[in-house]
Structure formats: structure tokens, C-alpha cells
């Protein structure tokens, strides 16, 4: 018996790539679905061939289920979908009393840094808590 502890050798560069792949994911990229920070999950096309691949990067597994979806079916992240129509009122609600608070009148060039970034703020956090409720809601795929 041996007690030697089994080390896999390194991957062997593929023919089609030079170089080593890289098994980690880059830090900076956000979620391709909801733009929070990308935290590890991701996906590509494997029908593409390698120099053209493109890969996306998400921030959970619900994001990434929601961009499978819509790959499979054929659909770009680029326009509204359904949900994120559906989404819009309570964003709207959300913002409305911030509005308030600022003004209605006040062009968005003459806001402070503290008003525009709670702007955005309220906003993005309004958007993703009301996804989230209409993915709770909706009928799991398989």
C-alpha cells in the first residue's frame, strides 16, 4: 500500500489554443443578467469554436437559470423582457418619493453626487428586489 498522495498532472495545452486556460473567472465583470458584481457562475456557447466563444458571467444560479432560459429560446439580454416590463411600476413607485425629496424641477446635471447615487441606488435596489419576486412567482421550467 502506498501512502503517496495522487497529484493529477497539469492539463496538457489543447491543439486548437496555445497556453494554459485559466480556471478562474476575471474579478471585474458583472452579471450579464442584473449587472451586480459576477461572482463565479458562468456560461458560453460550447457550439461556438474557441477564439469566438463568448462568456457570460453571473452573480447566482437564478441568474444564470434566467439567461439559460432566454438563450435556449433565442432571446438577447439587450431588450425588455416580459418580467422586467412587469418590473417597471415598482421601480417607479420607488423612485417617486426620492423624486420628491429632490424635486421634479431640478435638472439631473445640477443634483449632488449623494442625490444621483441614491438615485441610482433606489433604483437598481427597487429593479432587482422586484425580479426576484416575479422569479419566486413564476413556474419552474422542468
Do not use: Y
Not at 68 to 86: H, N, Q
Request: hydrophobic fraction near 45%; aromatic fraction near 8%; proline fraction near 8%.
Amino acid at each position: 500500500m502506498s501512502h503517496v498522495a495522487q497529484i493529477a498532472p497539469p492539463s496538457a495545452a489543447a491543439a486548437d489554443r496555445p497556453g494554459r486556460d485559466r480556471l478562474w473567472h476575471p474579478r471585474p465583470v458583472l452579471c450579464a443578467v442584473c449587472t451586480f458584481r459576477a461572482r463565479g457562475f458562468g456560461w458560453f456557447d460550447p457550439h461556438r469554436p474557441r477564439p469566438t466563444r463568448t462568456r457570460r458571467w453571473f452573480c447566482s444560479m437564478g441568474c444564470q437559470a434566467a439567461f439559460t432560459r432566454k438563450a435556449k429560446r433565442g432571446l438577447s439580454m439587450v431588450d425588455f423582457t416580459e418580467e422586467e416590463t412587469m418590473a417597471l411600476p415598482a421601480v417607479m413607485r420607488a423612485l417617486a418619493p426620492e423624486m420628491e425629496r429632490i424635486g421634479w424641477d431640478r435638472p439631473l446635471g445640477q443634483l449632488t453626487q449623494n442625490d444621483m447615487r441614491r438615485l441610482i441606488v433606489v433604483t437598481v435596489e427597487a429593479f432587482r428586489a422586484e425580479m426576484a419576486e416575479i422569479a419566486a412567482e413564476a413556474e419552474i421550467p422542468f
